[in-house]
């Protein structure tokens, strides 16, 4: 009975073994799924607001208006170093209002920012809802008066080098594929905004 039981054993584990190789060959497994941009960047855990501790706000939208706030930072600091090919002239209406004292449309512009990007890269949520202009008519002074002058694809490379600046500065290391994916979504919409 014993020598029946291990010729029994070693048969089921011969057998097992050549399924298991079998079923292997047969049926690869799928690459993982990669997480979207938006869940990379901290998605939909919730985390107090480090502008208004009493308000709770998405990871990844926070993490979106961070990288908005820094690149808002490096083009104002472009205009008033007053470098070459500066992006002062996209935004004169924002930058007159703002020398002016008055900073709800920097808000809104900011907050639209944080929207767009948020629901374009998997921010799923009602906060993450993007309802301005599509991009032709948001970069377009003629359709849009918040628009100081057409971007051409030096002043749109800029941006995108602010933006990737900004990345950096909050987290997101050059090299990393976020990065990389992040640019991607920028890319993607070099045509709808270079307009000259």
């Known amino acids: 009975m014993r020598n029946f039981s291990k010729i029994t054993l070693s048969v089921l584990l011969i057998a097992s073994a050549a399924f298991t190789s079998c079923s292997d060959d047969d049926d690869p497994k799928p690459d993982p ?6 869940t990379r960047l901290g998605g939909t855990k919730m985390v107090t607001d480090p502008d208004d501790s009493s308000k709770m706000i998405e990871a990844g939208r926070l993490s979106y208006r961070k990288v908005v706030n820094s690149t808002v930072g490096l083009i104002v600091a472009d205009v008033e170093n007053n470098a070459s090919g500066n992006l002062g002239a996209h935004f004169a209406p924002l930058l007159a209002e703002v020398g002016a004292g008055n900073t709800t449309k ?13 629901f374009n890269t998997g921010g799923t949520n009602a906060v993450n809802t993007y309802s301005g202009l599509n991009m032709v008519d948001a970069h377009d002074p003629a359709k849009n008066s918040r628009m100081g002058t057409k971007s051409s694809n030096a002043d749109y490379t800029k941006f995108v080098g602010y933006v990737g600046a900004a990345a950096n500065t909050n987290g997101v290391p050059s090299t990393s594929n976020l990065y990389k994916d992040i640019v991607v979504v920028l890319e993607s919409l070099r045509a709808p905004i270079v307009q000259k």
């Open 106 to 118: 920097l808000a809104v512009l900011v907050d639209n920012l944080t929207d767009f990007f948020s």
């Open 33 to 38: 799924v990669e997480e979207s941009i938006y």
